[in-house]
């Protein structure tokens, strides 16, 4: 799909958005045909909530509880209504730490991305940069891939290779893979817009 009109993005978020940054800096530079019209999160004071204010991107918290892993219940029925409030395109998942639920994912259907730091299939879920370290491979990476119910394992968009080095902790590992997904995001969103991903769903 070739869009005339702005792509809409929303983002979902638990921490300083990064990412979202990223985004953010390549649509105001003119190398991104979409717009960020909210930005959500599950922590009352992620700094991600303060970049988006900051820009005057409409920014909200919802409350998670009583769930600790997952968005469900009245979370995941408030941020349903609020994505359809702004008429999201497309959900972004930029650091959120939380397994989305059946309703959430029927809700729009294709057009929820996620972006991890590892060469998917291999390392998924929590801190797989250190997963990486410690089964000694010599690269590692970042995918941007569709998000399903299972455990980042959607089908893959793009990926970014990064050598591991031998002098690596697991500090400066994430550091290089966390440049490449700042390239990887935007030009995953970029492929989506050009019509360049089959599995893609806009509406």
Known sequence: MNAKFPLSIAVLG????????????TIQNGSL??????????????FILERARRLGIP????????YKTK??????LKTIKRLRHYRADLIVLAGFMRMLKSRLLAAFSGRIINIHPALL???????????ALTYGVKITGCTVHFVDAGMDTGAIILQK??????????ETL??????????????????????????????
Do not use: M
Request: hydrophobic fraction near 40%.
């Open 59 to 66: 920014a909200d918290y919802i409350d998670p509880a009583p």
């Open 121 to 131: 299939p291999a390392f998924p879920g929590l801190e797989s940069w250190k997963q």
């Open 161 to 170: 290779a990064v050598p591991v080095l031998d002098q690596d902790t697991p």
């Open 174 to 203: 994430h550091a290089r893979i966390q440049e490449q997904e700042y390239i990887a995001y935007p030009e995953a969103i970029r492929l989506l817009i050009d019509g360049q991903c089959g599995a893609w769903k806009k509406s």
């Open 71 to 76: 968005l469900d219940g009245a979370a995941e």
């Open 33 to 46: 045909n979409a717009r960020i019209v909210c930005v959500l999160s599950d922590v009352a004071d992620a």
């Open 14 to 25: 638990s921490g300083k958005g990064s990412n979202f940054q990223a985004i953010t800096d």
